[in-house]
């Protein structure tokens, strides 16, 4: 049964940090793996998508990167901003085209002016 | 704009009173899914669709019925809602063919007294 830790569960910075977020799962067969967003009661924000062939993912600030064989993501963070704060949750398809995504329980970042 | 829309985004009932929150998406995608986000036990799929009128149990169906008569529509049925179905509900979807990335919907708080 795949599982879906992220460490740490929440994460203090000062603006302009660089930083990295965990993500790691116990089955290596995944299909991809989505990084998400998401601000206090609300929706989750796509921020990347790593296919399983690929090894990385850049979109602005923000990249990806997967390591299938050992089965761990990692999320980079450059140049924080408090406008960063949110809860970051990692989340993998393991089941071909069914699209049911196994979530971690996500990291809480914070990042002080 | 390409979204995921729920409504209600917030809803009070009592034990056993059926409701319906409804899900639609204007991405013409083939998949659709809801969650529930619980504390400590993170995201949950409860039922998805691969099409119209194709659906399947996800990992916590009990207590909850879904149809899928068109394609943008996936609403999620509580025919007697209990307290224990008090959580945070999300709608996602996505095209089914490729390593496509999930949508997800703002959320809808549901409280059940």
């Known amino acids: 049964k795949q599982e879906v830790t992220q460490i740490p569960a929440a994460l203090s910075v000062p603006e302009g940090e660089n930083l990295v977020l965990n993500c790691s799962f116990t089955d290596s067969a995944i299909y991809n793996l989505q990084w998400f967003r998401q601000d206090p009661g609300k929706g989750l924000t796509s921020l990347l998508l790593i296919q399983s062939s690929q090894r990385e993912q850049t979109s602005g600030r923000l990249n990806a990167s997967l390591d299938k064989s050992s089965g761990r993501s990692t999320l980079y963070i450059a140049a924080s901003q408090p406008g960063d704060s949110a809860t970051y949750l990692c989340a993998v398809s393991s089941s071909g085209n069914t699209g049911k995504l196994i979530f971690g329980q996500g990291t809480t970042l914070q990042v002080k002016p | ?113």
């Open chain 2, 1 to 113: 704009e390409a979204q995921v829309t729920q409504n209600p985004r917030y809803l009070i009932t009592v034990t056993g009173k059926k409701l319906t929150v409804t899900c639609s998406q204007n991405m013409n995608h083939e998949y659709m899914s809801w969650y529930r986000q619980d504390p400590g036990l993170g995201l949950r799929q409860i039922y998805y669709s691969m099409n119209v009128e194709v659906t399947d149990k996800g990992d916590v169906p009990e207590g909850y019925k879904v149809s899928r008569k068109e394609k943008r529509n996936f609403p999620l049925i509580l025919e007697s809602p209990s307290p224990n179905q008090t959580s945070l509900y999300f709608c996602a979807s996505k095209r089914l063919a490729g390593f496509n990335e999930q949508f997800f919907g703002p959320g809808t708080r549901l409280t059940v007294l």
